[in-house]
């Protein structure tokens, strides 16, 4: 297996655009999480997704930030409008049960100017 | 709260043991992961225990758990500069939910 993919791998955008992350889970896998990463807060939960249905969107900042998963292989979160604060790296993770741990994928680095 | 606590620096020489703590809040988590990010690269899952397991080894890596003082901890044995690199903390909280340390940074000097 391939692992969680992320694309892209970095983007930069200008503020007020509308940025797409996407991540494709380990096939099999039933859970898909979105974490961000920043020097200032570390890793922080966004949203996770169980059989494709979010079920925890507490970590999701505010109303500009949506993620869905439309099938067990595609994910996505979106930032619109997207804001310099939102730089960060952003994480997908996915997991088959609480046993084994999350795989992470590579990260997609987001940086608004 | 749903605060998992790490020291943020860790230094130590090459070929000296290496260990790093974590303090936890949820008595109920089943597991207690390790992970350990390289620059520029995902977490990767290093370790895991058992909530019912005071001790577990795996090679080089030993985790010490005192689930009375919510404790973790995880020793490197003979640490190499290949273990430079920032290791998690994390503990399930609820379903299937990984609560993550801030990272302990470890750099391995000659």
């Known amino acids: 297996d391939a692992g969680v993919i992320q694309s892209p791998r970095h983007e930069v955008t200008e503020m007020g655009q509308e940025v797409t992350l996407r991540c494709k889970p380990i096939?099999?896998?039933?859970?898909l999480f979105w974490y961000r990463q920043t020097m200032m807060r570390g890793l922080e939960l966004l949203i996770y997704?169980?059989?494709?249905?979010?079920?925890?969107d507490s970590g999701m900042p505010e109303d500009r930030f949506s993620a869905k998963m439309p099938n067990a292989s595609f994910s996505t979160l979106k930032i619109q409008p997207s804001e310099p604060r939102d730089s960060a790296v952003y994480f997908c993770?996915?997991?088959?049960?609480?046993?084994?741990?999350?795989?992470f994928g590579s990260g997609t680095r987001l940086t608004v100017v | 709260g749903e605060d998992v606590e790490q020291s943020l620096f860790l230094s130590v020489r090459e070929g000296d043991s290496s260990v790093i703590n974590c303090t936890y809040t949820?008595?109920?988590?089943?597991?207690l992961y390790w992970y350990k990010q390289e620059p520029g690269a995902g977490l990767q899952l290093l370790t895991y225990?058992?909530?019912?397991?005071d001790m577990k080894q795996d090679q080089r890596l030993t985790v010490l758990l005192n689930k009375k003082d919510k404790h973790l901890s995880l020793r490197i044995a003979d640490t190499q500069t290949g273990d430079s690199a920032i290791y998690f903390c994390?503990?399930?909280?609820?379903?299937?939910?990984?609560?993550f340390g801030a990272g302990t940074r470890l750099a391995v000097h000659p």
């Open positions: 994390a503990e399930t909280l609820g379903y299937n939910k990984l609560i």
């Open positions: 949820d008595s109920s988590s089943t597991y």
């Open positions: 225990i058992f909530s019912n397991m």
């Open positions: 096939s099999g896998h039933n859970s």
């Open positions: 997704f169980n059989n494709n249905v979010p079920i925890d």
């Open positions: 993770a996915s997991s088959e049960a609480d046993l084994y741990g999350y795989t």
